[in-house]
């Protein structure tokens, strides 16, 4: 990105690189451009930020880490622990966020008295995309409820179409699965199984029939087993080959970003089992410390990050939500307005997301991906054994903690 005239540049590094992250980061660029801000762009590729995490840290170890990184959830509280990112009270209180930002926001931003990252849009993981040419060509009904989804499964098979696009790639079974766990064991228990100090709870039979869920919903399309990235599998939504796909709304933005629209060329539902509930992880950054001092370049982009303008052009095209609840859903498409509408309900359920570090340590979310993959690749592993082997990953991170 070449630096605004007469501004100063800031180097981040994050992990958008499809096209709809892609065209969100670039609406972001333009915004700060116009504000004199330039954003050096250091992005790495790979689902759900595996290889930027790899990069970041080894820069940090090294005494050189960039200036802005994408650094969310609990990897956010642990960084701040060890004094590596910036505080931004004087931001928070000047740009007000704790009177236009969502209290589920303040809070993910917050530890130990102090705001530690601007917040840019709050994703949905509890979401349900499927093909509205398809819908209507079948005479199908929204995917509300799992006979809804083997109504349409049924259906989809015998038009020789794929009923679910899918990976086992094993974040993105993790991520499927976190869902389930919201569906079938209900906001009470998924806010327990969130809390690593309440290890007990993932021996509860809601985990169990999450997890037979999570092996009937693979066995939808038969035993073929694939590991693909999860643009590839939004493509297939894309072209018809599939008629759905459960994924985080960013998968939304990539539909767009080729040119799908909501409503009209692709439909969203609650996962089912969670309408009306919110499965969230919130996109941050990070303005980190280092050797050289840029604590009044980087308050000024955290700045500009919460105005309503850069929201706006930045979760349009991300397929998240603004973090702000001043923000007209109208401007938002249906799917968004949705999510966003979820946030703003008073009494709605918000619970964070265990997949994607929102409430799990990075080595606890990555030893249950693992378990989870291990579940779905081996059908030899029964439900119960898998089950177990959840809780003594939980119980060992407990007592680490």
Same mark, same amino acid.
């Given at each position: 990105m070449a630096a605004a005239a007469h501004g100063q540049t800031l180097d981040v590094?994050?992990?958008?690189?499809?096209?709809?992250?892609?065209?969100? /980061? %670039?609406?972001?660029?333009? *915004?700060?451009?116009r504000q004199g801000v330039a954003w050096n762009d250091a992005a790495i590729p790979g689902g759900a930020g595996v290889a930027a995490m790899k990069v970041l840290k080894s820069r940090v170890l090294a005494g050189d880490p960039r200036d802005v990184a994408q650094v969310i959830g609990r990897t956010l509280t642990d960084w701040a622990d060890l004094g590596?990112?910036?505080?931004? %009270? %004087? /931001?928070?209180?000047?740009?007000?966020?704790?009177?236009?930002?969502?209290?589920?926001?303040?809070? /993910?931003?917050?530890?130990?008295?102090?705001?530690?990252?601007?917040?840019?849009?709050?994703?949905?993981?509890?979401?349900?995309?499927?093909? *509205?040419? !398809?819908? $209507?060509?079948?005479? !199908?009904? $929204?995917?509300r409820t799992w006979d809804d989804v083997e109504q349409a499964a049924t259906a989809l098979r015998k038009a020789g179409l794929t009923p679910l696009a899918w990976s086992d790639e094993p974040w993105q079974v993790a991520t499927v699965f976190e869902t389930l766990l919201l569906g079938e064991g209900g906001p009470t228990l998924y806010a327990e199984l969130a809390s690593a100090q309440r290890w007990q709870a993932w021996q509860n039979p809601g985990v169990l029939k999450a997890l037979v869920r999570?092996?009937?919903?693979?066995?939808?399309?038969? %035993?073929?087993?694939?590991? *693909?990235?999860?643009?590839?599998? $939004?493509?297939? !939504?894309? *072209?018809?080959?599939?008629g759905m796909f459960i994924m985080g709304d960013w998968a939304s933005g990539e539909l767009k970003a080729w040119g799908a629209q909501p409503g009209t060329d692709f439909g969203c539902a609650a996962v089912p089992g969670t309408a009306g509930m919110h499965l969230y992880s919130i996109d941050t950054l990070a303005m980190l410390v280092g050797k050289k001092r840029r604590d009044a370049d980087q308050d000024r982009l955290a700045e500009l990050l919460g105005q309503p303008a850069m929201q706006l052009a930045y979760n349009q095209a991300k397929g998240s939500v603004p973090v702000r609840t001043d923000i007209d859903p109208a401007q938002l498409d249906e799917c968004a307005r949705d999510s966003w509408q979820t946030l703003a309900r008073p009494g709605s359920s918000q619970l964070p997301s265990i997949a994607h570090r929102m409430s799990a340590d990075e080595s606890t979310k990555d030893a249950l991906?693992? $378990?989870?993959?291990?579940?779905i690749k081996n059908r030899e592993l029964t439900p119960e054994q898998t089950q177990a082997r959840l809780v003594t990953i939980i119980r060992g991170a407990a007592r680490i903690q």
């Amino acid at each position: 990105m070449a630096a605004a005239a007469h501004g100063q540049t800031l180097d981040v590094l994050h992990w958008w690189t499809s096209a709809g992250e892609r065209r969100a /980061v %670039d609406r972001l660029v333009q *915004q700060l451009e116009r504000q004199g801000v330039a954003w050096n762009d250091a992005a790495i590729p790979g689902g759900a930020g595996v290889a930027a995490m790899k990069v970041l840290k080894s820069r940090v170890l090294a005494g050189d880490p960039r200036d802005v990184a994408q650094v969310i959830g609990r990897t956010l509280t642990d960084w701040a622990d060890l004094g590596l990112v910036l505080p931004l %009270d %004087d /931001v928070a209180q000047r740009g007000r966020w704790k009177q236009a930002m969502f209290p589920v926001v303040l809070q /993910v931003v917050s530890h130990r008295h102090h705001v530690i990252a601007a917040p840019l849009g709050v994703h949905r993981i509890n979401t349900l995309l499927y093909h *509205q040419a !398809l819908w $209507a060509r079948l005479k !199908l009904g $929204a995917p509300r409820t799992w006979d809804d989804v083997e109504q349409a499964a049924t259906a989809l098979r015998k038009a020789g179409l794929t009923p679910l696009a899918w990976s086992d790639e094993p974040w993105q079974v993790a991520t499927v699965f976190e869902t389930l766990l919201l569906g079938e064991g209900g906001p009470t228990l998924y806010a327990e199984l969130a809390s690593a100090q309440r290890w007990q709870a993932w021996q509860n039979p809601g985990v169990l029939k999450a997890l037979v869920r999570l092996r009937w919903l693979r066995g939808l399309n038969g %035993d073929a087993a694939v590991e *693909q990235p999860w643009t590839h599998s $939004a493509r297939q !939504l894309y *072209q018809g080959q599939a008629g759905m796909f459960i994924m985080g709304d960013w998968a939304s933005g990539e539909l767009k970003a080729w040119g799908a629209q909501p409503g009209t060329d692709f439909g969203c539902a609650a996962v089912p089992g969670t309408a009306g509930m919110h499965l969230y992880s919130i996109d941050t950054l990070a303005m980190l410390v280092g050797k050289k001092r840029r604590d009044a370049d980087q308050d000024r982009l955290a700045e500009l990050l919460g105005q309503p303008a850069m929201q706006l052009a930045y979760n349009q095209a991300k397929g998240s939500v603004p973090v702000r609840t001043d923000i007209d859903p109208a401007q938002l498409d249906e799917c968004a307005r949705d999510s966003w509408q979820t946030l703003a309900r008073p009494g709605s359920s918000q619970l964070p997301s265990i997949a994607h570090r929102m409430s799990a340590d990075e080595s606890t979310k990555d030893a249950l991906a693992a $378990a989870l993959h291990r579940f779905i690749k081996n059908r030899e592993l029964t439900p119960e054994q898998t089950q177990a082997r959840l809780v003594t990953i939980i119980r060992g991170a407990a007592r680490i903690q």
